[in-house]
């Protein structure tokens, strides 16, 4: 990318684009979405996103919390000892 394409400035109208409502917006070249299509679609969650999806029950996260302090560290810990408790060393 040179210094010219970086020095362009935007020719959308920013102020009537925020003023529309979402009555004004022309979906006309989407295509719609079909059952087929969300038969086919698959959940893709970055690596380092996937990390944080274990469901925690609230009651229980509620307890962590309440032990002050970095509860998801604590979460972890905890987690650590137990798998070393069952003669395993966690995978890093």
């Known amino acids: ?9 935007s020719r959308t109208n920013w102020a009537a ?5 979402d009555a004004g917006i022309d979906y006309s070249d989407i295509p719609p979405l079909t059952e087929e299509f969300f038969e086919k679609a698959t ?3 970055p690596a380092s996103q996937a990390q944080q999806l274990v469901q925690i029950e ?6 962590f919390q309440a032990q002050g ?5 604590l979460i972890n810990s905890i ?6 408790s069952q ?3 966690p995978a890093v």
């Open 1 to 9: 990318m040179s210094d010219k394409d970086l020095s362009n400035t």
């Open 17 to 21: 684009l925020e003023a529309m409502d």
């Open 43 to 45: 959940l893709r969650i």
């Open 58 to 63: 609230p009651d229980v996260l509620k307890w």
């Open 69 to 73: 302090g970095e509860y998801k560290a």
């Open 79 to 84: 987690l650590r000892h137990y798998i070393e």
């Open 87 to 89: 003669g395993e060393q």
